[in-house]
């Protein structure tokens, strides 16, 4: 799949296509949907398939730190979307300029004079343009006019359960990883680098994989049962440690994977960590060897839960 960022680096062979666009964060079960329609009706077209996304996403842009936390980062969103069949990945830096563009500049720009844009599929909720001016209907009004086809995907919903963004950091912040899993289509995991850090969990005897979530908020914090996914595909089941390590004053959002029966190193290695089970919150404690005897007792509460779930699987 082809990455090409901004408006600049687009080349004739980038135009003529079918195209979505908006922040597919999480790529979950509604974001199929639309993904499914472009890639078929890019097929029926012989034409490539296109999702524009941004960086940072619009609420980022607007809101800083006070933004949703999201599900995926850059990367992971990209690798999704590759999965689903889009052939390219148009991703727009949302910056002051793009932010004031006008609705219709925005069309000619982007999907008339960028992407010439023959077929466009957009959500049941998309606007557009400075103060978010544009909607659907003036869509379909400049494809009347220009030659494009704009179609409305409408809301996916489970059982009367929408399926959203929102919804799903609603639910990772409940810690329900079961219904998380129900509206993604897949397990919620976190992919990232393991870097070096200050080494206090093999000071206590709990050698820890530490990845940085680059600043990001995850939608929860605290300490889970989870699995690590290595390079080479090998699946590794631990304690994970989501949060700014109060005890030891840290402030930057980190997570941290202690593995059983795990000895070697993962230094600059890129895996992927999924979340199985809440044990409990982060918390302050008054000293290290207080948090050593904690992560002890997590250790335990972990390879407990572990082994009930492979008894009932039995």
Known sequence: MELIR????LRDQHRGCVATIGNFDGVHLGHHRVLEQVREKARALGLPSVAIV????????????KAPPRLTRFRDKFTLLRDHGID??????FNQRLRALTAESFIDQLLL??????Y????????????????????????????????NTRTYAITGDRVSSTRIRQVLGEHDFVQAERLLGRP???????????????QIGVPTANISLQRKRLPFDGVYVAELTTADGLRHCGVANVGVRPTVSGTTPLLEVHLFNFNRSLYGERVRVE???FLRNEQKFDSIEALRQQIQSDIAAARAWIDRVAEASA
Request: net charge positive; charged share 25%; proline share 3%.
């Open 88 to 93: 390219r990945v148009f991703c727009l830096h």
């Open 188 to 202: 919620f995991s976190l992919s990232g680098k393991v870097i070096h850090g200050r080494k206090l969990g093999r």
């Open 275 to 277: 979340f199985k089970a």
């Open 6 to 9: 901004g408006l600049h680096n």
């Open 113 to 118: 004079n960028g992407l010439e844009v023959k």
């Open 54 to 65: 941004f960086e940072p996403q619009p609420r980022e842009f607007f809101e800083r730190e």
């Open 120 to 151: 466009f599929v957009v959500g049941d909720d998309f606007r557009f343009g400075c103060d978010r001016c544009g909607n659907f209907d003036l869509l379909q009004s400049y494809g009347q006019t220009h030659g494009f086809t704009v179609v």
